[in-house]
């Protein structure tokens, strides 16, 4: 093995982030050896593997370009913080659920006990990544952890966001719309940024790596998924207001898209956001905003989260006065159960609470995902009611009352519907989740169709 690496990366936590981002940086900087750990043996198990414990285009061969190389994936935290320079934390930093704060800030337990390990384990000077998104001031606390024990080790923290959201992850890491990275402004905190900075160089544009003080680049993270969620809330609040006029949602965001202030991208009505991120994130903003008594600004975003849970109720409302106010033993299929295309990942996702919904009005479930169904058995493990597992769509549509799309997989899209059509249950109703199927051609099938944001097309 070539030992006589540049530098010596480590990144604790082998998630969605950490596995990915480090693949990429381990392929595109070949100088660098960079080691990933995690507690989780078989989540290490499996990133040694063939089957990553990731679905992520393009993710596999860029792992299989590296490891053994100079990536590699392993759990022996205490060894890997004494062997490297510097320390990417990118453990999961999820809502919390118990205590002051609970369902709005973030438990930062995972955080801390990292920081105390590196602490504990560090014999040489080292740079520490943010790269789990945190509340601002974080950089503050880790910084008073890891100098409470006067070692006399210096220990630099920098902040560094990740923006890359899952199923086009490779593309988001090998061509970011930019990179940030946030540090103090003191002699040692501008070095260190610029050690960073030097390692993105090797394939980012110096222009798109962007600099400012470690609070900045905090906050900037939760203000980005803020913003994003905020398109697709407002999109979908005018969804329900086209329902009730006969406006076409698709047709009003191809309108305001069109005014480069507006721009078109993030304005596609759905079931809702998921994902384990944005509310989360939002949340994370209004328990500081509230924190600092700015009640008004904490209402405004929480107001985000509010609309995307009303639009998932809206859903499910829509489904039971559709089909004559009673689900009770009709069989349902779920078409997709991810929480957005090309991932397997299921937290938070809509699909989910649709699934519990529909168990509640005791209607019958086939689950259909071509990527998610490990996961949606580990979620639904324990729900009461009649749930099947297919991953055959044709197989899954067959005796159907109704089927819902609720994840925009390509191959939804032109699955062949009148085939699907003939092996259900008359009348028959499609339920567009994502907006992604020919509305008319289906309707002239003999579904009955409910798009997200348009007028329903029935047939009685
Ligand atoms: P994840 O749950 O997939 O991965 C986190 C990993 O950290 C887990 O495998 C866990 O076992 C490990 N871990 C926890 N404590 C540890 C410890 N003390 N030592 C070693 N390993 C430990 O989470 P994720 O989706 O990768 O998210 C990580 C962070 O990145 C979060 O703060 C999240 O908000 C942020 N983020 C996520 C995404 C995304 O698309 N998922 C994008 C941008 C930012
Ligand atoms: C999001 C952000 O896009 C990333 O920049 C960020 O790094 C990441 O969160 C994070 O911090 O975790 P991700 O959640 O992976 O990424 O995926 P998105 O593409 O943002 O989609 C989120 C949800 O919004 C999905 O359920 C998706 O289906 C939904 N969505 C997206 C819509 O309903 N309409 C849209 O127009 C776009």
């Known amino acids: 093995m070539n030992e006589s690496f540049k530098r010596k990366i480590l990144c604790i936590g082998a998630g969605y ?12 900087c070949p100088q660098y050896k960079v080691t ?6 078989d989540r290490i198990n499996e990133w040694n593997s063939e089957n990553l414990p990731i679905y992520e285009p393009g993710l596999y061969e860029i792992v299989k370009s590296s490891r053994g190389k100079n990536l590699f994936f392993h759990t022996d935290v205490k060894k890997g913080i004494q062997e490297s320079d510097i320390i990417f934390v990118s453990v999961n930093t999820p809502t919390k659920t118990f205590g002051v704060g609970a369902g709005m800030a973030a438990d930062l337990q995972y955080w801390e006990k990292t920081a105390r390990q590196i602490l504990e384990c560090s014999q040489s000077p080292k740079i520490i990544v943010e790269k789990s998104t945190l509340p601002v001031k974080t950089a503050l606390a880790m910084e008073r952890i890891l100098s409470s024990a006067n070692s006399g080790i210096h220990f630099e923290v920098l902040s560094n966001p990740e923006f890359l959201a899952e199923g086009t992850a ?5 061509n970011p719309d930019r990179v940030l990275i946030g540090s103090s402004q003191t002699e040692s905190g501008l070095k260190a940024r610029d050690e960073l900075v030097e390692i993105y160089q090797n394939w980012v544009p110096r222009k798109q790596i962007i600099t400012s003080n470690i609070w900045s680049s905090e906050l900037s993270k939760l203000v980005a998924n803020a913003f994003l ?7 979908n609040s005018i969804s329900d207001l086209c329902e009730k006029t006969d406006a076409d949602i698709s047709e009003v965001a191809h309108a ?9 991208r993030f304005l596609k009505a759905s079931v809702g956001f998921g994902g384990s991120c944005f509310k989360k994130d939002i949340l994370n903003l209004v328990y500081l905003c509230r924190n600092y008594g700015l009640t008004e600004v904490a209402d405004y975003w929480e107001s985000v989260v509010r609309i995307n849970e009303y639009q998932k109720e809206r859903f499910i409302l829509n489904m039971l006065k559709a089909m004559f106010n009673t689900l009770a033993d009709k069989k349902i299929c779920l078409l997709g159960f991810a929480f957005k295309a090309d991932t397997g990942d299921t937290r938070e996702t809509p699909a989910l609470y649709i699934a519990n919904k529909l168990l509640e ?20 493990k324990g729900a009461q009611g009649d749930i099947s597992y297919v991953e055959d769509p044709y197989v899954a549509a067959k005796g159907c009352h109704a089927l819902a799309i609720l994840t925009e997989w390509a191959l939804y899209a032109e699955l062949d519907y009148q085939k699907i ?3 259900m249950e008359k009348p028959a109703f499609l339920f567009d989740g994502r907006n992604i199927v020919s509305h008319q051609e289906l ?12 007028p329903a097309l029935k047939h009685f």
């Open 256 to 264: 305001i898209g069109m005014d480069s202030r507006i721009g078109d």
């Open 229 to 235: 969620a905020q398109r697709i809330s407002s999109i």
């Open 170 to 174: 490779i593309k988001d890491l090998e």
């Open 17 to 28: 982030v950490g596995g990915p981002t480090m693949a990429m940086i381990a392929h595109k």
């Open 443 to 454: 309707h002239k099938i003999g579904f009955n169709v409910y798009p997200i944001g348009k």
């Open 361 to 380: 009005e005791n209607a019958k479930l086939i689950i259909s995902d071509p990527k998610a169904l490990k996961n949606a058995k580990k979620d639904l």
């Open 421 to 423: 059509y003939n092996s």
């Open 36 to 41: 990933v750990v995690d507690i989780n043996p």
